[in-house]
């Protein structure tokens, strides 16, 4: 049995795998202030919960984008799972190529989404992953990973609203009644779910005019089902696409 986890800037996302197959899974908040004794107890409660115990542990493999609590996730993992994780890093075997300038700098998350991709629906393939940022990935017919385009999650946004607009108040993200809205809330609403659907659209059609007409265009994280309801332009929604990629990271370095 293999443990996946992904470490993000918002949510901590872990999966345990029977072979191939994806059997419980959670997302958690991601909290900074979590020492290491935390998380490992947290770990141990999940596994419990899933009916196992360490002992049904083959392995581990972490994605992080965050640093400061990387080795705080390991150091959880070594002492209460009794196993060294494999950490999605530069000199692990993707099998994909890297065309960024700097490799180094692109998310272990988008590498392990990007792995996922190609194994499980091939290239040429745009990777929209609504996470804490709205990323953007192309990945080539021959498997290669050329870059993508990054700007502020839907949550993001909307705390932003929140914080820096006095008269504005906190909301959820719900599908207004109509894309004029007639109060604040169905205003802000509208706003940040239509226009970001709207985002969508015009991002898709700019990198398929570059990666060709036949591009797959597959949607991950959080709010992924919600965006592609108000959209035809989604191909496939994949939310644990992380997770599977980790998990073939993980094979391909055994």
Same mark, same amino acid.
């Given at each position: 049995?293999?443990?996946?986890?992904?470490?993000?800037?918002?949510?901590?996302?872990?999966?345990?795998?029977?072979?191939?197959?994806?059997?419980?899974? &959670?997302?958690?908040?991601?909290?900074?202030?979590?020492?290491?004794?935390?998380?490992?107890?947290?770990?141990?409660g999940l596994l419990q919960n899933a009916g196992k115990t360490i002992?049904?542990?083959?392995?581990?493999?972490?994605?992080?984008?965050?640093?400061?609590?990387?080795?705080?996730?390991?150091?959880?993992?070594?002492?209460?799972?009794?196993?060294?994780?494999?950490?999605?890093?530069?000199?692990?075997?993707?099998?994909?190529?890297?065309?960024?300038?700097?490799? $180094?700098?692109?998310?272990?998350?988008?590498?392990?989404?990007?792995?996922?991709?190609? $194994?499980?629906?091939?290239?040429?393939?745009?990777?929209?992953?609504?996470?804490?940022?709205?990323?953007?990935?192309?990945?080539? $017919?021959?498997?290669?990973?050329?870059?993508?385009?990054?700007?502020?999650?839907?949550?993001?946004?909307?705390?932003?609203?929140?914080?820096?607009?006095? $008269?504005?108040?906190?909301?959820?993200?719900?599908?207004?009644?109509?894309?004029?809205?007639?109060?604040?809330?169905?205003?802000?609403?509208?706003?940040?779910?239509?226009?970001?659907?709207?985002?969508?659209?015009?991002?898709?059609?700019?990198?398929?005019?570059?990666?060709?007409?036949?591009?797959?265009?597959?949607?991950?994280?959080?709010l992924a089902e919600v965006v592609a309801q108000e959209t035809k332009?989604?191909?496939i929604i994949a939310p644990w696409l992380t997770l599977d990629g980790?998990?073939?990271? &993980?094979?391909?370095?055994?």
């Amino acid at each position: 049995m293999l443990l996946t986890i992904d470490v993000g800037n918002t949510n901590l996302t872990l999966g345990l795998y029977e072979g191939d197959q994806l059997g419980r899974h &959670w997302r958690l908040a991601t909290d900074h202030a979590r020492m290491p004794d935390e998380y490992g107890l947290q770990f141990l409660g999940l596994l419990q919960n899933a009916g196992k115990t360490i002992k049904d542990l083959n392995g581990i493999s972490l994605a992080s984008v965050v640093p400061p609590l990387t080795m705080r996730v390991v150091q959880a993992c070594r002492e209460y799972l009794k196993q060294e994780p494999l950490i999605v890093d530069t000199g692990v075997k993707t099998g994909i190529r890297i065309r960024y300038e700097d490799p $180094k700098a692109v998310g272990a998350d988008r590498v392990c989404d990007a792995v996922a991709v190609m $194994k499980t629906y091939g290239g040429p393939a745009c990777v929209v992953d609504f996470g804490t940022a709205t990323t953007f990935n192309a990945i080539t $017919k021959d498997g290669e990973y050329l870059g993508g385009a990054i700007t502020a999650g839907i949550n993001l946004a909307a705390e932003a609203l929140f914080t820096r607009a006095a $008269k504005l108040p906190r909301i959820d993200l719900q599908r207004p009644p109509s894309v004029i809205g007639r109060n604040t809330v169905h205003a802000m609403q509208s706003g940040l779910l239509f226009g970001y659907v709207s985002m969508v659209e015009g991002m898709v059609a700019r990198f398929r005019s570059e990666l060709g007409s036949d591009m797959k265009v597959v949607a991950t994280g959080g709010l992924a089902e919600v965006v592609a309801q108000e959209t035809k332009v989604i191909d496939i929604i994949a939310p644990w696409l992380t997770l599977d990629g980790l998990r073939l990271i &993980w094979e391909l370095n055994q």
